[in-house]
């Protein structure tokens, strides 16, 4: 009795700290949920490391970018659990790989996660040639810096941003930074920020405020805030943000309200007005997104009404998180992304809309983007001048920069391939741009238009090369080195062999072969006579004339005797000839052998009797087709 009752209490003692333990696991669950990352990942690390935990710890980590942490845990989660995890997790973790610029791992990760090769230092070298603008930046002096961001210009001489420096506000829990409020300041010109005013009561509550964007007069404010209260969506308690409107009346910010189409149970954010002010761009993860957060916008009617928001569709938004959208005053959509192909993190982006549709968005590169998040771009493009933020250093920073063209996009090399002789534009022409060790780095198949063009660089030479079947090659050298241009438009005229050579005709099929007296076999023979061999050093002369020439030999039977037997008959002598002309020093691979037997008459005559023998003779021949 005595043993049991140990054995009793045992259990019991087992089973409260089971309990437990499993009551501490639902506590910390529920600070993930509420994004509280911080004093998440302290507490996992002190749990058993199951496949639930693994992965909460990670994003936790993940999510406050402390990415050695995220990629440690996740490397562990994947080595532990393998192939069940959730497809999702290997995004992350390429993400954070990229953060530390380890991108052949990274590469690895996302290659299986979209399912298709992921080669992001080829992405980023692409890049130097074809961003159309290089950015110099420099962090804003800013007094008493907080983690700042989000900065908007606010009239002619102001700027307005948002900052965690109030020391007397809350903490928030995901990042443990005081709560972020709206503020306001002049800049110099060497970017410098003084008389750092908070806005008023009406704008900054015990909340998050950020992202403000004004009117042109002034009059007219809209901007973030974040619920106070926490709606439990989908196993998560989320404090969801509205967009918000406020008016300046008699110098105050008032009728502060959030916007109509906003709610408790999504996100609204990060507005940014059109140059007419008529359509109002955010981001939201309301229904109807295709990923994380999608870019939108909203009509603003005359009579201050909004229409109903409408998603830009799938050229802009991924699966993933597009926010903080900038339109410019020449119609440019800037925005941020982690879904489309990037550096790590949000990388800034630019889209022009052209009959009002947004084109593919270009990656504004590495000037401007780092290995972490790049976003709240903003611009005055007349000036070449704006800001964005990033948290490039650990935290969030803002920057100011100076935009100028890059040079790279300018140097390229375009033309067209047309015929030498009748100008007609020869379309599925090959053209090849070679470097000056005469390797091939770029080629095309010109299109309806025959219009070529490649991206080159500065102190290089160059070699264009436009070939197409049954024409003579044309070689053209450059350069762009000092003493070469920039731009170069190289016209390529292709000479077709039947133009030069009185031998080399277009037959009525289209094909362009060279004409040769007939080759004479002896009867049931295939090897060379002599007198064939006279006939057949006229295109070993013309070959070695044109080395880029390649040739068809094919040899036809007549239809007397039997199928088989002239099938096979053909091909030894198409053979024969082929391996002549290779003896007298013409490349194998210039050259191809085909035997057609009695499949290709000339004439009516298919059966082995009806005809004379000069009928007969007429499809007893070799023929010697240009391929290229």
């Not at 072969?513 to 006279?534: T, W």
């Not at 006939?535 to 094919?554: A, F, Q, R």
């Not at 000339?602 to 290229?628: A, H, V």
Request: some cysteine; overall charge negative.
């Amino acid at each position: 009795m005595k043993t049991n009752r140990y054995i009793l209490a045992s259990l019991l003692l087992v089973s409260g700290i089971t309990l437990a333990q499993k009551a501490n696991l639902n506590r910390v669950n529920k600070l993930f949920e509420m994004r509280a990352y911080n004093q998440a990942a302290e507490i996992y690390e002190t749990k058993e490391r199951t496949q639930e935990v693994l992965q909460n710890l990670a994003d936790s980590y993940y999510y406050n970018t402390h990415l050695q942490n995220a990629i440690k845990t996740y490397r562990e989660l994947f080595l532990t659990y393998g192939d069940s995890i959730d497809i999702e997790y290997h995004f992350r973790y390429g993400q954070a790989l990229k953060g530390v610029k380890d991108y052949k791992e990274a590469d690895r990760q996302l290659s299986r996660y979209f399912n298709k090769p992921v080669n992001t230092n080829a992405f980023i070298a692409s890049l130097e040639k074809t961003t159309p603008h290089n950015f110099k930046l420099k962090e804003i002096d800013n007094p008493n810096v907080g983690s700042d961001f989000g900065l908007s210009f606010y009239g002619d001489d102001k700027v307005a941003f948002a900052s965690s420096r109030n020391t007397n506000n809350p903490s928030y829990s995901w990042n443990d930074l005081p709560y972020l409020d709206l503020y306001y300041a002049t800049m110099d010109n060497n970017g410098v920020m003084a008389n750092i005013t908070a806005f008023s009561e009406a704008i900054n509550t015990d909340s998050h405020e950020s992202n403000a964007v004004f009117t042109k007069d002034g009059k007219t404010m809209y901007f973030n805030r974040t619920n106070t209260s926490r709606k439990k969506s989908d196993e998560e308690r989320i404090a969801h943000i509205k967009i918000y409107k406020a008016e300046l009346v008699d110098g105050n910010w008032t009728n502060v309200s959030a916007l109509p189409f906003t709610s408790n149970a999504y996100s609204t954010e990060h507005p940014s007005l059109s140059k007419d002010e008529k359509s109002l761009y955010f981001a939201s993860d309301m229904p109807g997104t295709l990923g994380g957060f999608d870019i939108y916008k909203v009509a603003i009617n005359n009579d201050g009404t909004y229409g109903e928001p409408e998603n830009l569709g799938a050229t802009i938004n991924t699966k993933h998180r597009e926010q903080f959208p900038f339109m410019s005053e020449n119609n440019v959509l800037y925005f941020s992304s982690d879904g489309q192909e990037g550096f790590g993190g949000l990388d800034v982006f630019r889209s022009n809309m052209v009959n009002s549709v947004f084109d593919k968005p270009v990656n504004l590169g590495a000037t401007i983007n780092s290995n972490v998040d790049d976003f709240a771009f903003v611009i005055r493009e007349k000036d070449n001048k704006g800001f964005v933020s990033s948290n490039r250093t650990g935290y969030d920073r803002i920057y100011g920069f100076a935009r100028e063209e890059n040079m790279l996009t300018k140097y390229q090399v375009e033309g067209i391939v047309q015929d030498k002789n009748s100008k007609e534009l020869l379309v599925g022409a090959l053209v090849s741009l070679f470097d000056e060790a005469g390797n091939v780095i770029q080629d095309t198949i010109v299109g309806d238009k025959a219009y070529y063009i490649f991206k080159i660089e500065p102190n290089k030479k160059y070699k264009v090369r436009g070939t197409r079947k049954a024409y003579i090659p044309q070689d053209i050298e450059f350069s762009t080195d000092s003493e070469g241009a920039i731009q170069h438009n190289i016209y390529l005229s292709l000479e077709s062999f039947a133009d030069v050579e009185e031998r080399v005709k277009e037959n009525e099929k289209g094909d362009v072969q060279v004409e040769l007296d007939k080759i004479y076999f002896d009867f049931d023979k295939s090897n060379i006579r002599e007198d064939a061999s006279i006939t057949l050093n006229v295109l070993v002369d013309l070959m070695k004339k044109y080395p880029s020439m390649e040739v068809e030999v094919s040899a036809h039977t007549d239809a007397r005797g039997k199928d088989q037997y002239n099938l096979d008959l053909s091909k030894r002598r198409a053979a024969s000839t082929l391996e002549y002309l290779v003896s007298q020093g013409i490349d194998r691979n210039r050259l191809k052998s085909i035997g057609y037997g009695e499949m290709q008459p000339l004439n009516d005559c298919i059966k082995d009797e009806g005809c004379t023998d000069e009928e007969y003779d007429i499809n007893r021949r070799c023929e010697f087709t240009i391929l290229n």
